[in-house]
């Protein structure tokens, strides 16, 4: 199964899902595999397909929860990770609603926001689950070009990575920012 491409199929992220390939790596190595991972912004599973692939080549079957307002997971995604015994969880729900509600299920070993990407908001977000994530979970955002400018979160317990910025080439502000738990 040749997860990256199928994944470039199912994303906006035209075939730029590996943009996520270091910091999920990363935090994938940082954090006990019984720490779920968490997608904000499942949509048809792109980004998700390439968790599941990553996770698997390092021979992890951690849980992995994902969430959208729009929709429930697909049976095609599903059944790959029945068929790789990956447990997973899905909401269908609102991304503040989630997590005010659900953020504190788990211990999370992965963060990705690509759903609300407005600063304000997404900031809120990040700070409210920053309590629940596994010492050295990378919590990842999309889109962040869309803000008007990064806010410091080392208060909530979040150093950035610089290294794991990604900015697109010609495009004056990156479009992907990581940040390590401490
Ligand atoms: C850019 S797409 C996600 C793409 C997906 N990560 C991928 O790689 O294919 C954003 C998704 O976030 C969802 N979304 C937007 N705002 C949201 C919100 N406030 N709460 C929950 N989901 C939201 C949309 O329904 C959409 O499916």
């Not at 997973?88 to 503040?96: A, C, K, R």
């Not at 989630?98 to 992965?110: P, S, V």
């Amino acid at each position: 199964m040749d997860y990256t491409t199928l994944a470039g199929e199912k994303s906006d992220h035209a075939g730029r899902v590996n943009e996520l390939e270091s910091a999920l790596v990363r935090s994938l190595k940082s954090t006990p595999e019984s720490c779920p991972t968490l997608e904000i912004g499942f949509r048809e599973g792109g980004s998700t397909i390439y968790t599941l692939g990553t996770m698997l080549s390092l021979g992890q079957h951690r849980k992995m929860v994902t969430m959208d307002v729009g929709g429930s997971m697909n049976d095609e995604i599903a059944g790959l990770m029945d068929s790789n015994a990956v447990p997973h969880e899905n909401y269908s729900m609102t991304q503040e609603d989630f997590i005010r509600e659900k953020a504190g299920l788990y211990t999370w070993g992965w963060v990705y926001f690509d759903a609300d990407h407005r600063q304000n908001e997404c900031s809120r977000d990040m700070k409210l689950i920053a309590p629940y994530l596994a010492e050295g979970c990378i919590l990842a955002v999309d889109d962040v070009n869309l803000w008007d400018e990064v806010p410091d979160f080392s208060d909530a317990g979040l150093k950035l990575v610089p290294e794991l910025t990604y900015q697109e080439p010609g495009h004056p502000k990156p479009h992907f920012m990581a940040w390590v738990k401490q």
